[in-house]
């Protein structure tokens, strides 16, 4: 079985299984940079162990940065479900990826406003709200007017309106 030959049946798995098509894509696509970092290391399959899958790990993202966390726990979570594959599919003896540890990603607490910063929006939000109003308020009018008036005026711009 090539890797090529793997990552297609793979991908099909994932699609018969239904798996969104984002996480298809993107596990496809990982597997096929996994794939190639095989070929540059000279390793097919069977061989690789848990420093091969920790080597690919390291390697940096596109901007030459090494991963975030997330980054790599995705990736991480990529080919433990490949190798998890290969391994029912009876091609691995066992699967590599689950012998790396997801990386711990930072605490993304909540933010909190301060209660000056909630007093300020609440301010501006009953501003915005007062002066919705005034439109609306002397639009109405204006259409009202014109209606018992019983012709049609050239209609006035919100801008004017606001000014008498």
């Not at 390793?43 to 966390?69: C, K, M, N």
């Not at 540890?101 to 301010?123: I, K, T, V, W």
Request: charged share 25%; with cysteine; hydrophobic share 40%.
């Amino acid at each position: 079985m090539t890797l090529a030959d793997a990552i297609a049946r793979f991908t099909t798995y994932l699609q018969d299984m239904r798996y969104s098509p984002h996480t298809v894509a993107r596990y496809r696509t990982l597997t096929g940079h996994f794939g190639k970092h095989l070929s540059r290391v000279g390793l097919d399959l069977a061989r690789v162990d848990r420093t091969v899958v920790q080597d690919f790990l390291r390697l940096p993202g596109i901007s030459g940065e090494p991963l975030s966390a997330g980054t790599r726990n995705g990736r991480l979570a990529a080919l433990r479900t490949f190798f998890d594959f290969c391994w029912r599919e009876g091609w691995v003896k066992r699967s590599p990826a689950e012998e790396v540890d997801f990386a711990r990603e930072p605490d993304r607490s909540p933010a909190y406003l301060s209660y000056g910063e909630y007093q300020r929006l609440l301010e501006a939000i009953i501003q915005v709200e007062h002066f919705l109003r005034k439109l609306a308020h002397m639009l109405t009018s204006e259409l009202l007017a014109r209606r018992r008036r019983g012709r049609r005026s050239q209609a006035r711009a919100p801008s004017q309106l606001l000014d008498t």
